[in-house]
Structures are given as structure tokens and as C-alpha cells.
């Protein structure tokens, strides 16, 4: 059961903390909304930051459709080293000198890493290989490959580079912005533009700035959250009407159609010159369904009402 002054159905925008994992994230919200019904779309390494998307009850049911969205990241990957985890929370497994890298050499590199194109996801991952998480796999000591899978990089824009020496060792460090589809590693992209480049490279920094149409500015961080608790307000959440506005294409329907489609009943197509998912609204702004076309007729995926 919901405590006594917990918000309503809807999306937390969260900004995740570096050093904490999305599970950890997900624990934190169920006793902050008083109901184990908590959900993430999308996890984040512990090492990033930024937006994690969360639903609350009845919000839940959205988060699979939200997953195939483009998302948008800041990062910086070194240039120089190349680790276990092909970011900086594991061991660094092999150095080179980044000093001969220019701009131009740099940015040819980078133009390979963007559109559409193949990507063997990082091993220490969540990837299932018969069965078992890459990530355990990994750390058993087995061997196995990674099958590459499309994935689309729209944007890979460089913001800065800076030279930095270690042990001896001349390396780079890029600040880049990602724009991706959902299932695109970063921490692969930073190692993919090492592997290119002849000099190894690796995740040093990551956060993520939106997921589909959810920002960092609409984001909430813990200890804002927890305020509203401590101040016993309602958690802050974003409508579930409202974000389902914000991510799919509106259909409006009559009191009629809404109460045909509550019902189970296939409505003829709208022809809203949209493919995909579909919210449907009926009278005073009620949140109905995702609902998808099939055989020019509406078919509910998932029921509000």
C-alpha cells in the first residue's frame, strides 16, 4: 500500500550520483514512494551520472516502450590505456604514447565511430551468453566472444583535449558528446577509438544528460528527493499522463471510443502519420493506453484506465 502522502503514479527523473548503482537508485525510491512497484528504464555504470529514468507504480508499465529511445551523454575517454572494464574502474591491461595523436588524425577516427554501425558490446556488461551475465563470466576467467550488433551513433563531437602525463607515459584526454540509440556502450566507443588509433583508450567520465525526451534540467537528485520526505511532501514526480505526452505521439479520443477501447475493443486507425506506440488521452485528459497499429486497426499494449 502507498503511505499517507505519496505522490501519484508518474516518473522520477533522476540525477544519479557517481559510486552508487541503478539498483541502489531503484531501493532508494521504493522506500521514499512506500511501494515496492519501482522500475528503472535503462541502467548507468556506478562510475556515471546523470539522468536515470524511474517509474512508480502504474508508471512502470511504461518504462519498456521508454527504453528504445536515443539518449545523450558527456564523457571523456583517455587516450593512451586500455583496461579490463574499458573504463576506469578496471585494470589497466595495456599503455602506448598518445603524443603523436593530431587533431586531424583524431577526428578521422571519430568520424568512423558515428552513423550507423557495428558494435561489439564492452564484456563486462549485462549481457546475457547462455544464460550467464558477461560480467560474471569475466570475472570466472572464461573465455567467449561478443557477437557486434547495430547500433547508431548521430553525433560524436569533440569539446576538448588535454595532454596529460602519467608514469612517464604521454596521454589524452577528450571531452566528447554522444548522441546514440539505446543499446550503444560509450565505454566500447572510447575502446573502439583506442583500438583505432593504435594507442588503447578507455571510459574515464560519463554522464548522461537525456534519455528520449527526459533531461538532466527535469532531474532530481537524491538528497532533493529525500528533502521532500524529511518536509513530509508527496514524492516529486512527473504525471504519468505527462510523461507519456512527452515520449509518444497523442491521440485524442471521445468518451465512446475510450470507453470501446477500456473494453478491449480495436479501433480503427487515426492516421496520425506516426509508426510505433501511441498514448491515447479521452475526456478531460485522462491517460488511457499505448496502444500500436495492427491490421489498420489500434491495439493496446498497455491499459491505464
Not at 275 to 301: C, N, Q, W, Y
Request: glycine share 10%; with cysteine.
Amino acid at each position: 500500500m502507498k503511505r499517507k502522502g505519496t505522490g501519484p503514479d508518474g516518473l522520477v527523473i533522476v540525477d544519479k550520483p557517481a559510486g552508487v548503482t541503478s539498483h541502489n537508485v531503484v531501493s532508494r525510491l521504493r522506500r521514499l514512494a512506500g511501494t515496492r512497484r519501482v522500475g528503472h528504464a535503462g541502467t548507468l555504470d556506478p562510475m556515471a551520472t546523470g539522468v536515470l529514468v524511474i517509474g512508480v507504480e502504474k508508471a512502470t508499465r511504461l518504462l519498456g516502450h521508454l527504453a528504445l529511445t536515443a539518449k545523450t551523454y558527456q564523457a571523456t575517454i583517455r587516450l593512451g590505456q586500455s583496461t579490463v572494464t574499458d573504463d576506469a574502474e578496471g585494470e589497466v591491461t595495456a599503455t602506448a604514447s598518445a603524443a603523436h595523436i593530431t587533431s586531424e588524425v583524431l577526428d578521422e577516427a571519430i568520424a568512423k565511430l558515428t552513423g550507423d554501425i557495428l558494435q561489439v558490446p564492452s564484456k563486462v556488461s549485462a549481457i546475457k551468453v547462455d544464460g550467464q551475465r558477461s560480467h560474471r563470466l569475466v570475472r570466472a576467467g572464461e573465455e567467449f566472444e561478443l557477437s557486434a550488433r547495430p547500433v547508431s551513433v548521430s553525433s560524436f563531437v569533440i569539446h576538448d583535449v588535454r595532454q596529460v602525463e602519467q608514469d612517464g607515459m604521454a596521454l589524452l584526454d577528450v571531452d566528447v558528446s554522444v548522441d546514440c540509440s539505446s543499446g550503444t556502450y560509450i565505454r566500447a566507443l572510447a575502446r573502439d577509438l583506442g583500438a583505432d588509433l593504435g594507442t588503447g583508450g578507455h571510459l574515464t567520465a560519463l554522464r548522461r544528460t537525456r534519455v528520449g525526451p527526459y533531461g538532466i534540467e527535469q532531474a532530481r537528485t537524491l538528497e532533493e528527493l529525500e528533502e521532500h520526505e524529511q518536509l513530509e511532501e508527496s514524492l516529486d514526480v512527473m504525471p504519468i499522463g505527462e510523461a507519456a505526452s512527452a515520449a509518444f505521439t497523442r491521440w485524442d479520443v471521445d468518451a465512446e471510443q475510450a470507453r470501446l477501447l477500456a473494453n478491449g475493443v480495436r479501433l480503427k486507425a487515426p492516421g496520425l502519420d506516426s509508426a510505433g506506440t501511441i498514448a491515447v488521452f479521452g475526456p478531460e485528459d485522462r491517460f488511457i493506453a499505448l496502444v500500436e497499429e495492427k491490421h489498420s486497426e489500434m491495439k493496446i499494449v498497455a491499459g491505464f484506465a
